[in-house]
């Protein structure tokens, strides 16, 4: 049962504009969000994360914010560059138990 | 941020044989790692999750006999496929959390396996 959903599996967006990059969950009881970056042949690189106790976080061009009454997680970008180009996986955790969505590719174009 | 190292990168072996990959916390004590495998165009699968000094908890549908996992001190933990098969050719990642209430996990650059 997959519990973190990632339903977009790509997405493109002109250099410049926003990205916006959505996860869903199934778990009230998660306390912890958080969103990687993945490169192909490389490992996840923590982008960004946010506690179930805020509904925004900021950093530089990422901006996380939750939805917990949705229970809806986005990542936006702006503005995207071409290096943002990569897969994004958002996760989930509860109990320092991590939960994965399924990834979305990004292609920012140039 | 804090590096996570796995050994070897990449890795070809024949079908029947055992690869073991490592995975280190380079500039941290790791109380846990988490050992997950991706699939072509697949989410992260974890695959177990090891605390120093005790067994490995593996996901429903995972073999722990054929996914041997050691985590025997707090900065390394190894992954080992054991009677390799071609099916098992994938990408594993290991990632590593640290003591404390932080709970960003640290990955590794993966380890590509593929089993002739």
């Known amino acids: 049962d997959q519990q973190v959903k990632q339903n977009s599996p790509s997405l493109s967006v002109q250099e410049g504009r926003i990205s916006i990059l959505n996860c869903d969950y199934t778990?009230?009881?998660?306390?912890?969000f958080l969103w990687y970056k993945k490169y192909p042949a490389e490992g996840p690189t923590f982008l960004i994360s946010?506690?179930?106790?805020?509904d925004k976080n900021e950093d530089g061009r990422f901006t996380v914010f939750l939805n917990k009454s949705a229970k809806h997680l986005s990542l936006h970008i702006v503005p995207s560059q071409p290096g943002d180009s990569a897969v994004y996986f958002c996760?989930?955790?509860?109990?320092?138990?991590?939960?994965f969505g399924t990834g979305t590719s990004l292609t920012v174009i140039p | 941020g804090a590096v996570v190292s796995q050994h070897p990168s990449r890795v070809i072996c024949k079908s029947g044989t055992s690869v073991k990959i490592e995975c280190r916390s380079l500039?941290?004590?790791?109380?846990?790692m988490f050992w997950y495998r991706q699939f072509p165009k697949q989410s992260l699968m974890l695959m177990a999750t090891?605390?120093?000094?005790?067994?490995?908890?593996?996901e429903q549908g995972v073999e722990k006999d054929k996914f041997l996992i050691n985590h025997a001190s707090l900065t390394l933990s190894t992954l080992t496929v054991t009677s390799a098969h071609p099916e098992d050719s994938s990408f594993y990642i290991c990632?590593?959390?640290?003591?404390?209430?932080?709970?960003?996990?640290?990955f590794g650059p993966g380890t590509r396996l593929t089993v002739t």
């Open positions: 996760a989930a955790s509860v109990l320092r138990q991590f939960y």
């Open positions: 778990n009230s009881m998660f306390d912890y």
């Open positions: 090891s605390n120093e000094g005790s067994k490995a908890t593996y």
């Open positions: 946010i506690s179930s106790i805020k």
């Open positions: 990632s590593a959390q640290g003591q404390g209430t932080s709970y960003e996990q640290y």
């Open positions: 500039d941290f004590q790791a109380t846990t």
